[in-house]
T-cell receptor, first 115, second 111 residues
Framework: EAGVAQSPRYKIIEKRQSVAFWCNPI?????LYWYQQILGQGPKLLIQ????????DSQLPKDRFSAERLKGVDSTLKIQPAKLEDSAVYLC?????????????FGPGTRLTVT | RKEVEQDPGPFNVPEGATVAFNCTYS??????FFWYRQDCRKEPKLLMS???SGNEDGRFTAQLNRASQYISLLIRDSKLSDSATYLC????????????FGQGTTLQVKP
């Protein structure tokens, strides 16, 4: 079974530029998560989708970050404009359904460096 | 206070050693607890769930103490391949599946 796919794997941009990340979850998984992992820290949830609806975006910096999952499958996360502190790995995860009993599977992540 | 706190280490141990990691959490309403493993520059992967009665999976034993809001992971007979970062994780109090991660404890097993 194919895992969670993410692209690009690496991205280097200058501050104030824009960047977009793409995630394709495991087939059939209704719930999709975007996490931000800063070096030396654990992942932090940015946004959670159930199908194409947002369940939790309480920790998403909405002045610069946006995310969508229009058809309830693939998702994109965008940063515009980027700041130095946005340098991190952006992890996408998916689970069959939302809720504590469903395991989350993580993709390989996109490593963003903002200079 | 952070929701999940771990000693970041690193823990440097010889092969064959027994090592224990601890984790404390602040939200007494948390219901589900896990240990994830993250290899260098890789994604986190579920190592094991943590049950109130304690549970064991081969060389790994997890314990939960709800009264003290404390979770532990014990690794016996350490292997070189156990070198990784171990993340203490819990579900948020709402049942949406949101995971809350500790910062991780780094283990380096030496020959």
């Amino acid at each position: 079974e194919a895992g969670v796919a993410q692209s690009p794997r690496y991205k280097i941009i200058e501050k104030r530029q824009s960047v977009a990340f793409w995630c394709n979850p495991i087939s059939g998984h209704a719930t999709l998560y975007w996490y931000q992992q800063i070096l030396g820290q654990g992942p932090k949830l940015l946004i959670q989708f159930q199908n194409n609806g947002v369940v939790d975006d309480s920790q998403l910096p909405k002045d610069r970050f946006s995310a969508e999952r229009l058809k309830g499958v693939d998702s994109t996360l965008k940063i515009q404009p980027a700041k130095l502190e946005d340098s991190a790995v952006y992890l996408c995860a998916s689970s069959l359904e939302q809720g504590g009993s469903y395991e989350q599977y993580f993709g390989p992540g996109t490593r963003l460096t903002v200079t | 206070r952070k929701e999940v706190e771990q000693d970041p280490g690193p823990f440097n141990v010889p092969e064959g050693a027994t090592v224990a990691f601890n984790c404390t959490y602040s939200n007494s309403a948390s219901q589900s607890f896990f240990w994830y493993r993250q290899d260098c520059r890789k994604e986190p992967k579920l190592l094991m769930s943590v049950y109130s009665s304690g549970n064991e999976d081969g060389r790994f034993t997890a314990q939960l103490n709800r009264a003290s809001q404390y979770i532990s992971l014990l690794i016996r007979d350490s292997k070189l391949s156990d070198s990784a970062t171990y993340l203490c994780v819990l579900h948020g109090s709402s049942n949406t599946g949101k995971l809350i991660f500790g910062q991780g404890t780094t283990l380096q097993v030496k020959p």
